[in-house]
Nanobody, 125 residues
Framework: QVRLVESGGGSVQAGGSLRLPCEASGSTVTAMAWFRQAPGKDREPVAAIETEHGLTPYDASVKERFIISRDSTKNMLYLQMNDLKPEDTALYYC????????????????????WGQGTQVTVSS
């Protein structure tokens, strides 16, 4: 079992920054990720981090603006979001996997078997 608790969401103007922490507790994880879901849209991947090889794939829409990182000593996952845009407005979810998977599936939601409740990020123009 893994418990995930996100925080750090809020409202910010376009061009601003936010950092989202996710506290993980419980079993050892093999990968963690951030996903987001805007109203009326499907959940989409943002970025992931794989624990064995340190791979960090990003969705093209956030590459060069967002940075995913993990502090394993504190069981924390972070998403640093810079140069935020109104289209980044969404509910952001932290996810964790305790299973094996193919590395090319790191941005697939089916890779993850634990999810947080989400934290809202709103970007105004």
């Amino acid at each position: 079992q893994v418990r995930l608790v996100e925080s750090g969401g809020g409202s910010v103007q376009a061009g601003g920054s936010l950092r989202l922490p996710c506290e993980a507790s419980g079993s050892t994880v093999t990968a963690m990720a951030w996903f987001r879901q805007a109203p009326g849209k499907d959940r989409e991947p943002v970025a992931a981090i794989e624990t064995e090889h340190g791979l960090t794939p990003y969705d093209a829409s956030v590459k060069e603006r967002f940075i995913i990182s993990r502090d394993s000593t504190k069981n924390m996952l972070y998403l640093q979001m810079n140069d935020l845009k109104p289209e980044d407005t969404a509910l952001y979810y932290c996810a964790a996997s305790t299973t094996t998977f193919h590395l090319w599936n790191l941005l697939q939601p089916t890779t993850y078997n634990y999810w947080g409740q989400g934290t809202q990020v709103t970007v105004s123009s």
